[in-house]
């Protein structure tokens, strides 16, 4: 079992830039595969990224060029880093274990224009 704390979510203009972070209870190498989902309201989840514990990544369309996403072995967390953010970015960002199939409580990104 994992447990998933996401952080680092809040209010910016467009254009700006967040970093989010999801720290898990255990080693994300042993977890194989960390992804990054978000849903806004009305809307379902879409996946958003996915980093592999051999260091290969994996972004949704809408985000490639714009977010990256990486990993701290050491501190047992993932990030993503969301550049140019635009309104439609704006949503409740979750981070995934697919491994254990567990999720966080989420983080708020709202992006005003």
């Known amino acids: 079992q994992v447990q998933l704390v996401e952080s680092g979510g809040g209010l910016v203009q467009a254009g700006g830039s967040l970093r989010l972070s999801c720290a898990a209870s255990?080693?994300?190498?042993?977890?194989?595969?960390m992804e990054w989902y978000r849903q806004a309201p009305g809307k379902q989840r879409e996946f958003v990224a996915s980093?592999?514990?051999?260091?290969?990544?994996n972004y949704a369309d809408s985000v490639k060029g714009r977010f990256t996403i990486s990993s701290d072995n050491a501190k047992n967390t993932v990030h993503l880093q969301m550049n140019s953010l635009k309104p439609e970015d704006t949503a409740v960002y979750y981070c995934?274990?697919?491994?254990?199939?567990?999720w966080g409580q989420g983080t708020q990104v709202t992006v005003s224009s």
């Open positions: 980093i592999w514990s051999s260091g290969s990544t």
């Open positions: 995934k274990a697919p491994m254990f199939r567990s």
């Open positions: 255990r080693s994300i190498f042993s977890i194989n595969t």
